[in-house]
């Protein structure tokens, strides 16, 4: 059955890739159905185990740069794309493996859904678990944020060797009870704090973030300084610097997280550092595209706190217009009244336009904040095109996309411009 499925399954990725379609959950589903001990069977062959990174943003990033650390010393298994399900990871899987049914990869880093998670650690061996913060995000799927910490918790029990998690976060530090294993923090200084904040503290402005930060444990991996294209992260050696070269003061929290987690899979500092100074944006976020002589700044946004950061980001970069593209698929979430927990106050320095299947609704909420919107366009290839001629070469453009927005906005770019691809 394992060959059946195989077969099957690297058969569905061909056809899938000979349409034209990404397929990159789809033949994993079909896996699945045919055998559903395929994901433990394949994994228990990899040496170096399994590593999970979960929680609600900053996964694919992380994912990606636990990667790029690893990758100094074996080979590493990862899905790059961020297809997070279990049928995303089985996809992945198949297409690394051979027809004999080896891969060629000693270790595996994976992103996953935090409901996802829980099925995944309770069918495969899992070597470490790093859980990035726990924020309100998918309200359709995921119900109360306290739920989702239940969730993580869960996960965070199944880890056999180490266990990496936000100090900043209280529900994600209160998750070190249920480890079976060490656990190591990461978190930020004093001055950054109040950048960082929890999803308590976004949505209550009473809370005493300098009380909190006091009282978090204490981390064993912490963010100091960040300035354009260099970060300083306290490690066992002291003050480390890293020429890190992704966009985004998120990412170099992600930073912090991938540089623990590199360190307990056995990845000498030095190394790691050099990895991550090479490292390169996992794509839409904090990813530059150069179009038409202009330069293109792409940001996933998919939940309140996300969003926030990605428009502290968009501030730094001083934009010639900023395009919002909200979808509403399953991928997206299907209720987007998240986006009323969003202040969009900053974005009246600027042009702003929106597309997407919820352009409307987009451009009503902009106008609650006393945000003046140039255009709706809710075809994305027009709404692309306009925002490029608007403007000279040389100018500086920000597209915020929901997930399956940020998938079309690439395919758009593909067809106007060089796009790395996914």
């Known amino acids: 059955m394992k060959f059946v499925a195989l077969y099957i399954g690297k058969i569905v990725v061909i056809v899938g890739r000979m349409l034209g379609k990404r397929g990159s959950s789809f033949p994993g589903l079909v896996v699945e159905k045919i ?42 298994l990862t899905n790059k794309t961020g297809a997070n399900f279990t049928r995303g990871i089985a996809s992945t899987i198949l297409m ?10 000693r270790i595996a880093v994976f992103e996953i859904d935090e409901a996802w998670a829980v099925r995944f650690v309770d069918a495969v061996q899992t070597r470490g678990v790093v859980i990035t913060n726990v924020m309100r995000d998918q309200m359709d799927r995921f119900g109360e944020i306290d739920h989702t910490a239940r969730l993580l918790r869960h996960v965070v029990g199944k880890a056999q060797e180490f266990v990496v998690l936000n100090a900043d976060d209280p529900r994600v530090a209160a998750m070190a009870d249920a480890a079976q294993c060490p656990v190591t923090y990461f978190g930020v200084g004093p001055q950054l704090r109040r950048v960082f904040i ?82 390169e944006a996992a794509f839409g976020r904090g990813e530059f595209i150069d179009i ?44 987007v009244s998240w986006l009323w927990d969003v202040d969009f106050t900053s974005l009246s320095a600027w ?26 366009v809710p075809d994305m290839r027009q709404a692309l095109i306009g925002l490029s001629g608007r403007h000279p070469a040389g100018a500086t453009l920000v597209v915020c996309a929901t997930y399956t927005a940020m998938f079309e ?11 790395a691809p996914v």
């Open 35 to 76: 055998s559903p001990n395929f994901l433990p069977n394949a994994l228990r062959s990899l040496p170096g185990g399994v590593i999970v990174v979960t929680g609600t943003n900053g996964k694919t990033t992380t994912v990606k740069m636990i990667a790029e650390v690893l990758g100094t010393r074996e080979q590493v």
């Open 96 to 105: 690394s493996m051979s027809l004999t049914g080896k891969l060629a990869q």
């Open 198 to 279: 929890t999803d308590d503290e976004l949505y209550a402005a009473d809370i005493d973030v300098a009380a909190v930060h006091a009282s978090r444990p204490r981390p064993d991996y912490v963010l100091e300084h960040i300035e354009p294209n260099a970060i300083t992260i306290t490690t066992e050696a002291g003050p480390t610097d890293v020429a890190l070269h992704v966009f985004g003061s998120h990412n170099a929290q992600n930073a912090t997280a991938a540089l623990a987690a590199g360190r307990l899979a056995g990845v000498p500092l030095a190394d790691a550092v050099g990895a991550l100074e090479r490292m």
């Open 292 to 335: 038409n002589g202009q330069r293109l700044l792409l940001q996933l946004v998919k939940n309140p706190g996300g969003f926030r950061y990605s428009l502290m980001d968009v501030a730094s970069v001083t934009p010639a217009e900023v395009l919002i593209a909200i979808n509403d698929e399953y991928a997206d979430g299907r209720d």
């Open 351 to 376: 042009p702003v336009s929106t597309t997407g299947t919820r352009a409307e609704d987009m451009a009503l909420r902009l106008e609650y904040d006393s945000v003046p919107v140039a255009t709706v």
């Open 409 to 419: 906005m690439r395919d758009v770019l593909a067809t106007m411009t060089e796009v």
